[in-house]
């Protein structure tokens, strides 16, 4: 049996805070007595992808349980029974309602704030408070981060990104405020450095340098702390610290030699500035090291909230990777071309490739009490338009993830009434998270909590 430790949730170095995952060591000795799922952080996070889908073959076939995947989501099969394909749900206030041309900006700044945002391209931006903000200003005081904003394309908060409306709109879904939406940060360096970086001043920039390239590791500067609260623990807790450990700096290395190879192929920049840091080459390292850097602040528990944008809405990323020239938001207007759909279907499918990279990896990471970390995440996948060339925005692609471990069920293909707002299920997320019903009675055009059952 593992030794009651005193509480405490930093290994500590130069210039290095390196939050602990839970473990039963550290839990509180009324969680040691009598371990449950409930003994686990509850966390939600929020991918979105742009330009809708191909939905003949992202839809199901059959509803309920025991549907067969369709194509598009087939890269989901071995977590299928942890995930949830919800039909029929709406953003209203993501269509026109008189505002004219401008449905890319309008769908992902409604996405998760269900409010219709005004029509100007100045900085009189107003949208509304986003689901996962809410749950940062509820839950966010247990953490060392309220909420995490992560994407994998820069874009910029002002000036006129789509007939008019502002390019903040198209660039964040999370909103601090209604005038407020807050920027993601897309380059893993910074990422990394915010989330390990203790900013000690004590911290040498030697020390720094070191840290930063793959001369040293992280880890370097906290194994004497990690060393003594090693030898106090079990042999179960050693293991996870050391499959923690390890998965900080499988992250680490990553980052380091995207910075190397960044630095190599831009040295020669004009007029002497410096060379790109840290975005990786590949759009699929770029997503997976972005979603790796989320599962990591999770299993500490430095957050419990994130978003991830795949892409800004409207994105006219092309997609050679898979052999895809054209730009994605050009597919997207496909006129009915069954070569130009069998493109974006083939573009689905790659997303959700990265998508079930994502949810494995959650998977497989154990908690304290025995269940996973996808367990006890709800995590929604998914975007604000449904085909891109009709800019609908009901009947949306939407999956939910996880959540076992808080009461809902997976393995489902839930059918609702076309134009139930997709906000009812963010009320219900909040729920799930132990966000107090009568604290957030509704969130922009929501009508109640939707039944997960």
């Known amino acids: 049996m593992s030794v009651k430790l005193d509480r405490r949730t930093l290994l500590r170095g130069a210039g290095v805070a390196l939050a602990l995952p839970a473990l039963e060591s550290l839990a509180p000795v009324a969680a040691l007595a009598k ?46 029974a942890a995930v949830n394909v919800l039909t029929g749900l709406t953003q209203q206030h993501a269509f026109a309602n008189g505002d004219g041309a401008g449905d890319h900006a309008r769908s992902a700044a409604a996405w998760l704030t269900g409010c219709q945002p005004r029509k100007t391209s100045g ?62 940060e897309v380059d893993p360096r910074l990422v990394f450095e915010r989330l390990f970086g203790a900013e000690d001043e004590g911290e040498t920039a030697e020390m720094k340098r070191l840290r930063q390239t793959a001369e040293g590791s992280i880890l370097d500067f906290v194994m004497a702390d990690a060393k003594s609260l090693r030898n106090q623990m ?8 050391d499959e923690y450990f390890d998965g900080v700096r499988e992250v680490e290395r990553r980052v380091q030699w995207t910075q190397k190879s960044a630095a190599q192929n831009g040295a020669a920049t004009p007029g002497g500035l410096k060379p790109p840091t840290g975005i990786p080459a590949d759009y699929g390292d770029h997503i997976r090291l972005m979603g790796d850097m989320m599962v990591l602040a999770f299993q500490s528990d430095m957050t419990r909230v994130a978003t991830l944008m795949f892409a800004n809405e409207g994105s006219n990323r092309a997609y050679r990777q898979i052999g895809i020239g054209e730009g994605h938001h050009e597919l997207s207007h496909h006129g009915g071309s069954e070569d130009k759909l069998s493109k974006i279907k083939k573009i689905n499918h790659y997303q959700m490739e990265q998508l079930a990279y994502i949810l494995e990896k959650m998977q497989s990471i154990k908690e304290a009490n025995g269940t996973s970390l996808l367990d006890n995440t709800l995590l929604v996948y998914g975007g604000g338009i449904s085909d891109g060339d009709a800019h609908n925005h009901n009947d949306l692609p ?40 009568d604290t957030v009675a509704s969130i922009g055009d929501s009508t109640g909590r939707l039944q997960l059952f």
């Open 398 to 437: 939407i999956l939910l993830a996880g959540g076992s471990a808080m009461g809902v069920k997976g393995g489902r293909h839930m059918v609702y009434k076309d134009g139930t707002p997709m906000t009812n299920l963010f009320l219900t997320m909040l729920d799930r998270v132990g966000v107090p019903a």
């Open 234 to 241: 079990g042999v179960s807790d050693r293991r996870k610290l």
């Open 123 to 184: 900085a009189n931006i107003k949208a509304g408070i986003s689901a996962d903000q809410i749950a940062a200003m509820r839950v966010g005081n247990k953490t060392r981060f309220p909420s995490i904003e992560l994407g994998c394309e820069r874009g910029g908060m002002a000036g006129d990104c789509d007939s008019g409306y502002s390019c903040a709109y198209s660039g964040t879904i999370a909103w601090r405020s209604e005038n407020t939406p807050v920027a993601k």
């Open 35 to 80: 371990p449950t799922a409930a003994a686990a952080p509850k966390r939600v996070a929020f991918m979105f992808v742009p330009n809708g889908v191909n939905m003949k073959a992202w839809r199901p076939a059959a509803q309920g349980t025991g549907f067969a995947l369709s194509e598009t989501l087939e890269p989901l099969k071995n977590v299928k």
